[in-house]
């Protein structure tokens, strides 16, 4: 019994853990809509603990044994109502199923009779509790009185050489007054902007058992951890008919401008190496897109070389230089199994619904390793399977199957050897150590500038944005149709090194009427910058977020310290474009964030001081992506956070 303790604790505080990770996300505030009232159901376990002495059941059993402690898990099922009048407080009901049922811990009788009891008490709960939000975030905790009516009473008995016995409790209260306190994180499930907003809430909470006494006899009391979920919606209503100059104040119409324009900067970057090789639809032979040497061409290369040979310029067919890189994985990957004798890998192939297809996939690759590079077959096995480890494509998928099953026909290169690691994520990392490249970027994110129209993908048909200088010019951008449109400095500048700007935002709602905005910019062009910037990628899963937290320690010990007190860093969330629109500009964002959130921490920590972050979450923009979408390996390295660090001008 003390095992089950032991392992119910541990699951609650590892509940606890993850809300309290999960709110470092939460603290970094998205533009949403903020409904005031919200609905919704939670579901969670009752870790159960009962204490006291229990003898006398009922007018017919009593026990020759008291039974004093006792623990149980049990469901709990509640309809919810949330006020929420402010970011920082507002009330919350639960109207619950409270199931308070368990074992007490077992006895032996007088005879020398192992004996056992247990219990299915269970209540109608109401719990009223007030809401805070210390950090004005979607973490929040709450404390309130709980009022519970019994609604079910049985026990059963057991005793060795002799009948169970069963009935119920004599003397349950019939209402029980008691208390509780707790903390959750609301995990935001749809787009900043939508009017609907539905939220995921894991939570934990503690019931204490002061005046949570079932019975009028006897001293048995319980407490409970209880840990769970709630699923939450809230509307925020919109008026029918809409004025003009109401649309224009619905609109929050503003402009980031770069401090100096760079129209070009020299940049290290590290770029992430994806493990996978992808093969055809149809086919087991390596795709053509892959980089393959003879023996003379394998024996000659080094993986430096990839450092020099590649496209000067950094946007050059915005992927055309990264996927140089990694169609080398292959050549990479044999330069070091030969650069580290003792190193070892699996080649994991999956084809759908054909295992032996997988594992041809993988002999393919193995063989030209072995064969182009000289490595001892001994030291590579491979696997075939039906899916890949971590499939893109899910039971319940039903759209865009084509592009999914795609990403999940590869072979997956997994290893155990620190030499081939990446360094992002440690050890528990699914990806290759990371390749150095040096190359020159053109038109730097921290050189565009932003325009922000937030509620406009809500509330507008398009927008267009005019620039009108000194001279009277106009220069016309758009139309754009989401919250935020990026134009490089150095196109509105054009051969000027300097200039001041009006600029109008010019819209129409969708029920045809016109909207009109307003603002200023000043933009200073550079020469090339002399000093280096510094660039990092992390890579997620298909429609993951959380994975962030793996990327901790490299962010935290690789990152950080090369950034300036007093420094920029540009953190940009991307994704590929599987799936729906909105909903991938909120999932890039949501990636960006957490990674600001790990680097704040850890600047805090370093006492650093001064650094300004600029974070954009761009989802499936094709004009922002840093890949194409064509190849699936350009879809797997557009699901990214890419982090600029700024050099000081």
Not at 53 to 69: D, G, S, Y
Not at 248 to 262: D, G, T, W
Request: with cysteine; aromatic share 8%; charged share 20%.
């Amino acid at each position: 019994m003390l095992v089950f303790h032991s392992r119910t604790q541990k699951t609650a505080l590892l509940f606890l853990g993850l809300i309290l990770a999960g709110s470092r996300i939460g603290a970094q505030q998205l533009n949403r809509t903020e409904p005031i009232w919200w609905f919704g159901e939670s579901v969670a376990a009752n870790l159960n603990y009962y204490r006291g002495t229990t003898q006398m059941l009922n007018e017919n059993v009593t026990v020759p044994t008291a039974f004093h402690k006792g623990s149980g898990v049990k469901p709990y099922f509640s309809l919810l109502t949330e006020y929420r009048p402010n970011k920082k407080w507002g009330g919350m009901l639960n109207i619950a199923y409270d199931n308070r049922g368990g074992k007490f811990d077992d006895v032996v009788a007088p005879c020398n009779c192992p004996a056992e009891l247990k219990t299915n008490i269970s209540y109608i709960a109401i719990e009223p509790s007030l809401r805070l939000a210390p950090f004005a975030s979607s973490f929040y905790i709450f404390a309130g009185p709980t009022i519970s009516y019994n609604v079910a009473k049985s026990f059963t008995y057991k005793q060795e050489k002799q009948e169970d016995r069963t009935g119920d409790w004599s003397n349950v209260h019939k209402t029980a007054f008691s208390a509780q306190a707790g903390a959750g994180i609301d995990l935001m499930l749809s787009a900043p902007s939508n009017t609907t907003q539905v939220s995921l809430s894991p939570f934990v909470s503690f019931l204490t058992d002061l005046g949570h006494e079932p019975r009028a006899n006897q001293t048995w009391s319980f407490y409970a951890v209880r840990a769970g979920v709630a699923l939450k919606i809230g509307s925020q209503k919109r008026k029918k008919d809409i004025p003009s100059t109401v649309s224009e104040q619905k609109i929050n119409f503003s402009v980031r401008a770069p401090r100096l324009v760079s129209p070009n900067r020299q940049v290290k970057e590290t770029f992430p190496l994806r493990n996978s090789v992808f093969f055809n639809m149809g086919s087991v032979e390596i795709p053509g897109r892959y980089v393959m040497l003879n023996s003379a061409q394998a024996k000659a290369f080094r993986e430096e070389e990839l450092q020099d040979n590649q496209p000067a310029n950094l946007n050059n067919g915005r992927s055309s230089r990264q996927l140089a890189v990694y169609h080398n994985i292959l050549n990479i990957l044999g330069d070091r199994l030969r650069s580290n004798p003792k190193s070892t890998i699996t080649l994991v192939g999956a084809s759908d619904k054909n295992p032996a297809e997988g594992k041809q996939m993988a002999e393919k690759i193995k063989d030209y390793l072995v064969e182009t590079f000289n490595i001892d077959a001994s030291r590579i096995i491979t696997e075939g399977r039906d899916k890949p480890l971590v499939p893109s494509e899910q039971p319940d998928a039903k759209k865009e199957l084509s592009l999914l099953r795609e990403g999940d026909r590869r072979v997956d290169i997994i290893s155990t050897s620190n030499e081939l690691l990446m360094q992002v994520g440690g050890n528990a990392s699914p990806f290759l150590k990371p390749v150095q490249i040096e190359a020159i970027q053109q038109d730097p994110l921290d050189s565009h500038v932003i325009f922000n129209a937030l509620g406009a993908s809500e509330l507008l048909k398009s927008w267009t944005i005019e620039v009108t200088d000194e001279k009277g010019a106009v220069q016309h951008y758009g139309p754009f149709t989401k919250d935020q449109a990026s134009v490089p400095g150095k196109t509105i500048l054009g051969n000027d090194m300097q200039g001041n700007y009006k600029v109008v935002m010019l819209g129409e709602t969708n029920t045809g009427k016109p909207v009109k905005a307003e603002s200023s910019v000043s933009l200073l062009k550079t020469d090339e910058e002399k000093q280096v910037g510094r660039r990092y990628s992390i890579l997620f899963d298909f429609d993951k977020s959380k994975s962030i937290s793996t990327y901790e320690s490299f962010l935290t010990n690789v990152v950080v310290p090369l950034i300036p007190e007093n420094g920029t860093v540009i953190i940009h969330g991307h994704s590929d474009v599987i799936g729906e629109e909105n909903y991938n500009v909120s999932l890039s964002l949501e990636r960006a964030v957490g990674a600001q959130n790990i680097m704040e921490a850890a600047l805090l920590k370093a006492g650093k001081k001064g650094v300004n972050f600029e974070t954009f979450g761009f989802g499936e923009d094709t004009g922002m992506a840093p890949f194409e979408n064509n190849l699936p390996e350009e879809r797997f390295y557009n699901r990214t956070v890419i982090i600029d660090i700024v050099p000081q001008k």
